[in-house]
């Protein structure tokens, strides 16, 4: 069973920086596609940014073109989300998933229920 863990979420001023990490124990990354999706409080979880197993084709919501950048490390069995730019509409709780190649990452990342794999979160918070 793939398992998943992210780190690296907090607290920052609007304006600031954070990179997330999503690591996994037992089993390698570079078999699968990986989506960040992130939730906000009475708001439905939504695709962040994905990433193909190969790191190849990347996908993201229009809300964080030009600041996050989605990338990978399969030596270090690692994905990473840097944030730059952060807004207080970018306060989460932010998750990392995975899934078998099936579909286009661009299909892909707007279909959470595609994910087979989910870490347990990560608080960002973003003070205005």
């Known amino acids: 069973q793939l398992q998943i863990v992210e780190s690296g979420g907090g607290l920052v001023q609007s304006g600031g920086s954070l990179r997330l990490s999503c690591a996994a124990s037992?089993?390698?990354?570079?078999?699968?596609?990986i989506g960040w999706f992130r939730q906000a409080p009475g708001k439905e979880r939504e695709g962040v940014s994905c990433?193909?197993?190969?790191?190849?084709?990347?996908r993201y919501a229009d809300s964080v073109k030009g600041r996050f950048t989605i990338s990978r490390d399969n030596a270090k069995n690692t994905v990473y989300l840097q944030m730059n730019s952060l807004k207080p509409e970018d306060t989460a709780v932010y998750y990392c998933?995975?899934?078998?190649?099936?579909?286009?990452?661009?299909?892909?990342?707007?279909?959470?229920?595609?994910?087979?794999?989910w870490g347990q979160g990560t608080q960002v918070t973003v003070s205005s």
């Open positions: 998933a995975a899934t078998l190649p099936r579909r286009t990452v661009q299909a892909i990342c707007v279909m959470p229920l595609m994910y087979d794999y």
């Open positions: 037992s089993y390698t990354l570079d078999y699968y596609d």
């Open positions: 990433i193909n197993r190969s790191g190849t084709t990347t």
